[in-house]
Structures are given as structure tokens and as C-alpha cells.
């Protein structure tokens, strides 16, 4: 049985990034949401944005960052961050950067995400025990054969890490 995972990303400008990793389809994700709907939820301010988050996250196991170049410290991002490690669920990060935007861009790599939150009261970041791989490989064909063969382990993994912390 597939996992039901939360997928939290930067929306512009890796939105296409994340249409290939959806499409691999190892994992059940969360619904994407449309130009229209993000629109819709946004004008409703920050109640509306956190209302949306919760909904989406209902009833997932793991949040999969897919980590672009400007996800890193993004308000959005860390607190679905923060949320799902909070309500005990698997978080880990995987690099995206290196897949092929349609435009056939490949982005600079961005800063772990997980370096600007912290862990309870030890001071020490999330970084120290979540895990962001960066997919092996020298092209976007390499990289993405990486996350097909590696992201369910990498979930299963970072449920695993959740539990013993």
C-alpha cells in the first residue's frame, strides 16, 4: 500500500518540478492546487492559508519537501514544516533543483530548509536529524531515475526517524 504524503514546495517557480515527481506515483499525494485555487485560498489571509494546510495534511504520514532554490526559510514552508513534525509526522527533504524546468532550466542549488528550524529546546536545528538528499546523478534524466528508485525508502525512513524522536 502506497503512503499518503503531503508534498510542501516553493509553487512558481517549481511547480513543474513537482508535476515530475507526482507523476511517479510510488506515494499518494495530496491534491495539487491550481493557479485558481492557491488565488482563492491566499485572499483569505494567513487563517485561510493555515485552514487549507491543515485540510490538506489530514490523514498523511509524511511531508516530502521538495526543496528548489528558494524554498529554504519560506514562511509557508516552514510551518508546514513545523506543523508536520509537530503532529508527529515523517519529514524529509529531497533536492529538486536539478530537474529540468519546461523551459528546460535546471535551478542553482537552495539552502536546506531544515537548517532554519529548530528542534524543541535543544537549539540544535532540525537539519540534525531530518535528512535532505540530494539525488545522485550528472542530468535531470539521473536525477529523476534517483527519486523513482529512492523517494519511498526515503519516506519510510523519515517516519521511522519521527518515531524515535
Not at 33 to 53: F, L, P, Q
Not at 71 to 82: F, G, K, L, S
Amino acid at each position: 500500500m502506497a503512503r499518503r504524503v503531503f508534498y510542501s514546495f516553493h509553487y512558481a517557480p517549481d511547480v513543474m518540478r513537482v508535476s515530475q515527481v507526482r507523476n511517479i506515483g510510488a506515494l499518494e499525494s495530496n491534491r495539487p492546487a491550481t493557479d485558481n485555487d492557491w488565488e482563492t485560498v491566499k485572499s483569505g489571509k494567513d487563517i485561510a492559508i493555515k485552514r487549507w494546510i491543515t485540510q490538506q495534511m489530514d490523514g498523511r504520514s509524511c511531508t516530502v519537501v521538495l526543496v528548489g532554490e528558494n524554498t529554504a526559510n519560506r514562511i509557508w514552508i516552514n510551518h508546514e514544516i513545523i506543523k508536520s513534525w509537530d503532529e508527529g509526522m515523517g519529514v524529509v527533504g529531497i533536492r529538486i533543483h536539478g530537474l529540468k524546468s519546461t523551459n528546460g532550466y535546471i535551478a542553482k542549488q537552495g539552502n536546506n530548509p531544515f537548517d532554519y528550524i529548530g528542534y524543541g529546546k535543544t537549539g540544535k536545528k532540525l537539519s540534525s536529524i531530518v535528512k535532505c538528499y540530494d539525488p545522485a546523478g550528472s542530468n535531470s534524466k539521473e536525477k529523476y531515475a534517483w527519486i523513482t528508485k529512492h523517494l519511498e525508502n526515503a519516506v519510510e525512513e523519515a517516519i521511522n526517524i519521527r518515531n524515535a524522536n
